[in-house]
């Protein structure tokens, strides 16, 4: 299953006016690509920007009151059509490297040279996950949407289409990307990591470093324009 991280406006994004790289791709060599969007085939999906728009500022409206318990945070941020949008693919593979490099740090473990077979089952990354308040690194890595809201936070919360998801901020994102790159590369040249050849190596460390280079770089345009990223599969 493809997994994309999304940066732009809720309303552009369910209402499926967006591209995926690979989709883009598939369109300017005269290929076609079908993509499910949210609602998948369901055929009374609304994707009327004009209708959809009105209920996801009810839902700004419903996170900045959920938000005013943890202390407030400004959770408004433009909506319709306008603002640009951004994405790149990560894949499965590279987020749960990042989480699982991220868990031996916050145990303070040196990291496995070489990638496990099932990341989700080793015992750090099934440490950090149980217990959410106290690795906080690995769980904020492990949202679907954050938000760019002005507070740190994580929490459980019903998504515009209602199902339970973990949401987070930009800010808390960029916080434990930058954590993770001091204990472990201290470097400002993270971009040249979304060149690197993933798909056949043993090591865990090149996977975990495009992860972080593509949230990274997500996360960035989703700071610079006050906008939200999700995590598309």
């Known amino acids: 299953m493809a997994v994309d991280l999304y940066v732009g406006t809720l309303t552009r994004y369910y209402a499926g006016q967006w591209e995926n790289v690979a989709q883009k791709m598939a369109r300017e060599q005269g290929l076609r690509y ?24 009810q839902w700004q409206r419903n996170v900045a009151q959920a938000l005013q318990q943890s202390g407030g945070g400004d ?3 433009q909506e319709g059509l306008g603002p640009p949008y951004f994405t790149d693919r990560i894949g ?5 490297a990042l989480m699982l490099w991220a868990s031996y740090l916050q ?35 492990s949202a679907q949407f954050w938000l760019p809201v002005d507070l740190m936070f994580f929490t459980k919360f019903p ?18 990307l930058g954590n993770i790159n001091e204990r472990s590369w201290r470097t400002h040249d993270w971009r040249a990591w979304l060149a690197d050849d993933i798909a056949d190596t043993a090591l865990l460390e090149t996977p975990a470093r495009y992860g972080f280079a593509v949230l ?5 345009h989703a700071k610079q324009h006050h906008l939200p990223i999700v995590l598309s599969f």
């Open 34 to 57: 079908q993509v499910i969007r949210p609602g998948g085939d369901n055929a009374d999906a609304v994707s009327d920007p004009a209708k959809i728009e009105p209920a996801i500022a």
């Open 75 to 77: 959770a408004a941020w």
């Open 92 to 96: 499965w593979d590279p987020l749960f």
């Open 107 to 141: 145990l303070e473990r040196q990291p496995p040279r070489n990638l496990p077979k099932d990341m989700t089952a080793d015992p750090a990354f099934a440490e950090c996950m149980g217990n959410p308040n106290q690795y906080q690194l690995t769980t904020i890595l």
């Open 159 to 176: 998504s515009p289409r209602g199902d339970q998801v973990d949401v987070s901020s930009v800010d808390a994102l960029l916080y434990a």
């Open 216 to 220: 990274a770089s997500m996360a960035a």
